[in-house]
C-alpha cells in the first residue's frame, strides 16, 4: 500500500524549460548582442541543450556547480565572439541570466490541483540538484508546504537514477521502498531508477514520448505513465 508520493521537482511540478528559455531570452534582449528580428527560439534551445550538456556533466563529477555554470554561458556566447576574461565575468554573466529566470519561474498548470488531491499521502521530493537553489523555487512558488521532506542530491551525495538516493529518501520517511511512489518527467533517472531502488515509477511522459517504453526493464518493471498530473490520483488508486 502506498502511503508516501514522492516528486522529482524540475519539469514535473515546475515548469523549469519554459523559465530557462522565457530567462535568456528576456536577457539576451537585455544585452544587445542580437538582432531584435534574430532566432530566439533557436537560441532559447541552444541554451537549453548546453544546460543538459553541462549540468549532466556536473551531476556526473566532471565539474563543480559554479563550473558548469560558467562553462554554459562560455559555450553560449562564443558564437558571439564574446569571451570571457575571468570566472567572476562568467559567474556575473550567468546571475544575470539567472533574474530573468527567476522572473519566469511558474508550476506547471496540473501541479497545484493534482498536489491538492493527495492530501491522504505524505509527499516529499527528491531532486538533482542543490538546497539553496531548489528550496527557494518550492517557496517562491507556494508549494513548499506540501512536502514533509525535501532529498537534494547535493545534500546526499549521489544523484538519481542511483538507488541509494531513493533509499535514502524512504529511509526518511520512515517507509519500505513498497510503499512509496516516485514521479518524475525522466524515464530513466525517475522512474526506471526508482523502479531499481523498490519503489513504484512513474513516467510523467507530458509530449507522449514512446522512445524507451517498450524496452525490457521498462515493460519488467511495473512502471506507470500517465500524460498529465491530473491522473497521478487514479494511477495511485491503481496502485493501492
Ligand atoms: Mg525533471
Not at 8 to 31: I, K, M, N, P
Not at 173 to 193: C, H, I, K, M, W
Request: contains cysteine; glycine residues 8%.
Amino acid at each position: 500500500m502506498i502511503s508516501v508520493v514522492l516528486f522529482d521537482l524540475d519539469d514535473t511540478l515546475f515548469a523549469h524549460r519554459r523559465a530557462v528559455e522565457d530567462g535568456v531570452v528576456a536577457h539576451l534582449r537585455s544585452t544587445g548582442l542580437v538582432d531584435p528580428d534574430a532566432d530566439f527560439a533557436a537560441e532559447a534551445a541552444r541554451w537549453s541543450a548546453l544546460e543538459e550538456h553541462h549540468y549532466t556533466r556536473y551531476l556526473h563529477g566532471e565539474l563543480d556547480y559554479l563550473g558548469q555554470r560558467r562553462a554554459r554561458a562560455a559555450d553560449f556566447l562564443r558564437p558571439y565572439g564574446v569571451e570571457f576574461d575571468s570566472d567572476a565575468a562568467a559567474e556575473d554573466w550567468f546571475e544575470t541570466y539567472l533574474r530573468e529566470y527567476r522572473a519566469a519561474w511558474t508550476l506547471h498548470h496540473d501541479a497545484l490541483p493534482a498536489l491538492r488531491t493527495l492530501s491522504q499521502f505524505r509527499l516529499g521530493i527528491i531532486t538533482n540538484g542543490v538546497t539553496h537553489f531548489q528550496q527557494p523555487k518550492l517557496e517562491a512558488l507556494g508549494i513548499s508546504s506540501f512536502f514533509e521532506h525535501v532529498i537534494t542530491s547535493g545534500d546526499f551525495g549521489a544523484v538519481k537514477p542511483d538507488p541509494s538516493i531513493f533509499l535514502h529518501a524512504c529511509s526518511v520517511f520512515g517507509v519500505e521502498p513498497s510503499q512509496a511512489a516516485y514521479v518524475g518527467d525522466r524515464l530513466n533517472t525517475d522512474a526506471v531508477g526508482a523502479s531499481r531502488a523498490g519503489l513504484l515509477g512513474i513516467w510523467l511522459n507530458r509530449a507522449g514520448d514512446r522512445a524507451g517504453l517498450e524496452t525490457a526493464e521498462v515493460a519488467n518493471a511495473g512502471i506507470q505513465t500517465i500524460s498529465t498530473l491530473a491522473d497521478l490520483s487514479a494511477c495511485l488508486a491503481g496502485a493501492i
